[in-house]
Structures are given as C-alpha cells and as structure tokens.
C-alpha cells in the first residue's frame, strides 16, 4: 500500500498511556497514516461518530479506564461492521486473545510491539477493510440491479447461452402468466410453435454481440391469447468481456396496434366518405333532372298509359338510387339526418308485418318491448332501415330456421360502470338477437367495414352493417355486438334518451298551381338550371337564370329590385351560395332565399335579417313547388 493511499484511511489510536500514543501516532504518520488518538473508550467513540466517512481502522488497548478494549471494539462495529479492530495488551491471556480473535473479529498484538510488527499487522486489517468494502458495494449493487430488474413495469427475461431463462421479473409474471419458478432452467415457454425460427435467430444475434431494438414479434400468454410485442434483446458480459447470455425486454404492443387498426379503418371510412361526398353533388343533380322531367312529362295531358308507366318506372327508379346516394353518405356517416323524437317501439310496430315477409315461415319473430320505453331522437327512417338490415342478417345466419327476438329495455349507465362504447347516462337500448351461426372473433372485428361480407357472391354487398355503423354514430349511438360460434348473435342499439315531446304528425300540404313572382336561379349544372326554370314558370313564375355568383350579381343588377326570390345552389364554382345571398341580400332587404345542394354540407345560417330554407336534392316538383310557395306566402315580420 503506498502512502497516499493509506493517508485517506481515518485511523483512530485509543490508548490512556499518553506518551504510547504519541509513539505510536509517530509511528503511524511514518508508515503514511493520519491517526487520531483518544485516551478513553467514551473519547475514541465520540470521535468515531464525528468523522466523516466510516472509521477503517483503530489501534485499541484492551484495558482502558472507562471500559474494556473488547467492549469498545463491539461497539465500533456497530457504528460501521467494516472497522477493523487491533488489540494491544501488555497482559495477554489465551482466552483473551481467543475472543479478540473471534468473538470481535479483532486482530490481537501483545506489547511491547515491534514497528514493523504493528505495521504488517494494520496492513493486513486494511486489505481485509478493502476488500470487505468490495464485497459491501458489490453486495448493494447486486441489491440495487435486483430491485431494478424487480420494479420494472416492463417484463424482463434472461437467457443463457442454451436459450434457458435465468431471470424472470415481476412483470413477466403478470403479463404472461407463469410464475419465475414455473420457467427458471427451462426453455421461454411464451414462444409458441412456430415462433422459435424467429426466437432463435434473435438469441444467435444476441450472443454475437449484437444488440437489437424494437423487433415486432408475438408472444404467447399461459392463457393461450397471443400478444403483439416490441422485443429488444442485448448480449450479457462477464467482466471480462465474454458473453455469457441475453437479456430480452419486452413491451406489450397489443393496445397500439388495436388503436392503430382502428385508425386505419376509420381513415379508410373517411376516404370512402369524401368519396362519396363529393360524388353525391353530381350525382343528386342529375337525379333531380330526372325527377324533374320525369314529374313534367307526367303532366301532359294526352300521354298514353304505356308512356306514363314507363316514366313512372323511371321515376321509381331514380327514388332507389336517391335511396342508395342516402346510403352511401350513411355508412360514412355523412348522410345529413332529419332527426325527432318517437318511441322505438313504433318502428318494431310499423316493421311487424314486413319483417315477419323477409323473415319466412322457418324463423319465429318474437318481441319483447319495454311498456315504458324512453322516447330517443334519431333519424326515424333511417333507424327502421337500421332495425331491416339486422333482420336481414339475421335471417341469413339461420339457413335452417330458428328465432329472431326484438328485445327493447330501458338502461342507465353509471359513470362506475361506463365503459369506451358507452358513456354514462340514460340510454334506450334496441336487441336483434338471433339463433342463427354466430361468428368468429375475426369476423366481428371486421363486421362494420365497408364492403365486408361473408355471404356468398351476389348475395351480399357488404354496405348493410357499414351503414347502419355510420347511422347510429350520427345520431350519438353506439351499435355492439356479441356472438359466439354455433350460439348465434345480438346487435344492441343504444341510443340516448330524449326528453323532448314526441313529434305529432304534420298534415300534409298540397303545392299550389300557381304562384307570382321573380325567382333568381343560381346553378352551375346545366340540365338542373333548366329543368328547374321550366318546374317555376309551370308554376305562374318569373324566373331569371345564372351559372355563376358573378353572373348573377350583374343579372340581379339588371332586374334591379323585382327579383323576389333567390334559389342559390351552396356549392358554385366562383363562391358560395351563402355569400351570394348575404351580397345581394344587403342590397334587397326583402329578399327572400331558398338554398340547395346535393351534397353533405349542413344548413347554412341565413343571413340576418333574411328569410330562408333549405332544400336538399334530389327533389320532386311538388318539394320545389311547396318550398317556393312557402317563401313567398310567408308575411313579413
């Protein structure tokens, strides 16, 4: 030991002979030690707390006025077990030095004592105090890197060069279900079979030395469920370098890529949606061409009866794909709604007799509907072709017959019982249950995509659950499923309850022939322009005609203040009908407006002051006609 070394070791001389402590501090500070002495038990312990750093070593008389040299080198070591201890006794006994050497763990030197003596005797008590401090700071690493390996929130796993587990966390436990005892000296029983390639290659890469992160791979739970994983794996050194095994921690991925999967399905939706929107405007003004002269032509005079049936059959025809456009914005829920409130037992009532028709004579219908049923605000049509599509399916998971039950019950939902699909509240949930086939768990997860069928080809076009997912998100519901193979299905609805008043039925109005006035038009399709000027001047109207915003400010400038009513489509190709309106509205403060559009915009607020509607395409003449009348019939106020 050289002398700067032991010259950081505090080293506490307790003798009550004051010139032998003297000597032997001489003697120490030679030997390149920095002693401090005390002549008392009591003194050696008080300067023993003082210091710093724990005391290494002490040179201690075993007769001392206050207490024996053994009794205060018990005490030593309970201030730090690493104090080594040298007794010096003028008196030696073999029993003294029996316990000195044992009971105390003391190091035993008669005086007097030799210098060099004294020295061997301190050197060899200072290599045991270094290398007990080793085996202490090993000792607390080893207890910190167990607490470590212990509290991680992720499962850590270690492997031997044999591919055995030699570590296996708390976090492992939980996440795949094996106790550390059940795996320790076996094989990762969370590989399952076919997954060992991939493990092995990893473990083979581990082993060279490399350290590989964010592998994505699937693990097994004790359970059988398989989980996605991020698996990052690292060689095990000893201290001199060689590998001696792999550590592998792994991060449970099977959340995020649920989420991700979900994201991905809805941003599929809403391309499909913008798809279908922005078709629909197109698509819904030629509709209204043809409803338009369909319901023109059906108004002369001498058409002959095959010349009526065949429009009729037109006109039936444009209806159902004015059905399909609905359809289409549904699924991707951007169908505008037309929302009341009405008790849902209604629909199950309207439904009964057709329901029982595409049910067939195999399958039983059954109800079950709650005497009180909460009243709901939704979108009633488009809730009965909800409540069709399940029967439908329904249908078709029973081949062989069986039961279809319409169960409806009134739920409140707790906010200790709230779940993701359904928040807290009052809810009125509607249940198709059938008996039919049931279905797998891959099946249900993707039984709401578009497109997605499991029905044979020509059966099935894969938009019923897609559309019925889309209508009752719009209206602030949620539609679960449970199935099971072999013991059939239940689609619930649930939707929020309303505490409006049920909505009474509105009498029906009859458009009337003839009307007065100047209308503006302001469409960018042709066909739609015309055919509507021709329905207004039917229907005793000035009508004036623009394909643009800008056109129709200078024709609206032309007309000066005749013009009564404007009829602005929302979506031109210069500006916005709602601009339009606000514009020439500032200048006739008495002019009235009827916005239109074929695609998914909400209703435009009016602006102040002014009096306006909002029509949707594709229309019928008698919807324009009504509209127009309503307008211009409504008094000032």
């Known amino acids: 030991m050289t002398a700067t070394v032991r010259a950081q070791l505090p080293i506490l001389v307790v003798d009550d002979d004051e010139q032998l402590a003297h000597t032997l501090q001489d003697v120490l500070r030679l030997h390149g030690y920095l002693p401090t002495t005390a002549g008392s038990g009591a003194h050696a312990l008080e300067l023993a707390r003082a210091m710093v750093t724990p005391l290494a070593l002490a040179v201690v008389d075993l007769r001392l006025p206050d207490m024996d040299g053994l009794e205060l080198a018990a005490q030593l070591h309970q201030l730090s077990q690493l104090t080594q201890v040298v007794i010096l006794t003028g008196n030696a006994t073999l029993e003294s ?55 991680s929130p992720l499962p850590v796993v270690a492997f031997d060069a044999e591919h055995k587990v030699r570590l296996w966390n708390r976090a492992a436990e939980a996440t795949f279900g094996w106790k550390t005892e059940e795996v320790l000296g076996g094989p990762p029983p969370l590989v399952a079979q076919g997954m060992q390639v991939e493990s092995q290659a990893l473990l083979l890469a581990a082993l060279r030395g490399q350290t590989v992160t964010g592998v994505e791979v699937k693990r097994q739970r004790r359970d059988g469920t398989t989980l996605d994983m991020r698996l990052s794996v690292a060689p095990m050194r000893d201290a001199e370098g060689t590998v001696t095994g792999v550590l592998a921690v792994y991060e449970d991925d099977t959340e995020r890529r649920r989420i991700e999967e979900q994201l991905r399905q809805a941003q599929r939706l809403d391309a499909i949606g913008r798809l279908a929107g922005g078709i629909a405007h197109d698509f819904n003004n030629l509709l209204t061409v043809i409803l338009g002269e369909v319901d023109l032509a059906l108004r002369f005079p001498d058409i002959s009866p095959a010349m009526g049936e065949a429009l009729s059959a037109v006109r039936a025809t444009a209806g159902r794909a004015s059905t399909l456009t609905r359809q289409l914005l549904a699924f991707a829920r951007r169908q505008p709604l037309a929302p009341t409130v009405f008790n849902p037992n209604e629909i199950v009532a309207d439904l009964r007799l057709m329901l029982r028709r595409l049910l067939g004579a195999q399958i039983r219908l059954e109800e079950r509907l709650a005497p009180d049923a909460w009243l709901v605000r939704a979108d009633r049509g488009q809730t009965e072709q909800v409540v069709t599509n399940l029967i439908v ?33 009052d809810w009125l949930t509607l249940s198709v249950h059938d008996t039919g086939t049931g279905m797998s768990d891959q099946v249900r997860a993707r039984l709401f995509e578009p497109f997605f069928t499991t029905k044979e080809r020509g059966r099935g076009t894969g938009l019923g659950l897609a559309t019925s997912y889309g209508i009752v998100e719009q209206s602030r519901g949620r539609i679960l499923v449970e199935s099971e193979l072999g013991r059939g299905s239940t689609f619930t609805l649930w939707l929020p309850r309303s505490r409006e008043a049920a909505a009474g039925e509105a009498p029906a109005k009859t458009p009337p022939p003839t009307g007065a006035g100047t209308i503006l038009i302001v469409e960018d399709h042709t066909e739609l322009r015309l055919v509507t000027k021709r329905i207004l001047q039917q229907q005793g109207y000035r009508v004036l005609l623009a394909a643009s915003a800008a056109e129709a400010a200078r024709v609206a400038e032309t007309a000066g203040d005749t013009i009564d009513l404007l009829i602005a489509d929302i979506g031109l190709p210069d500006a916005t009908g709602h601009d339009l309106a606000a514009a020439l509205h500032r200048e006739r403060p008495a002019l009235k407006i009827l916005f239109v559009t074929g695609s998914i915009e909400p209703e435009p607020p009016p602006p102040a002051g002014a009096r306006a509607a909002f029509l949707r395409k594709p229309y019928t003449v008698a919807e324009l006609a009504q509209s127009v009348r309503d307008l211009l019939e409504e008094a000032p106020g």
């Open 393 to 425: 399916n329904a249908r078709d998971a029973m081949s062989n017959g069986g039961t279809v039950t319409i169960t409806t019950a009134n739920r409140t939902v707790a906010a200790s019982e709230a779940r993701s699909e359904v928040e807290p509240g």
């Open 97 to 151: 030095a029996v316990r000195a050497l044992r009971d105390q763990s003391c190091d035993y030197l008669v005086k007097p004592v030799a210098p060099d003596q004294l020295f061997r005797t301190l050197q060899t008590a200072e290599e045991r105090w270094q290398r007990r401090v080793a085996e202490e700071e090993l000792r607390r690493t080893q207890e910190l890197l167990r607490a470590v390996f212990e509290a």
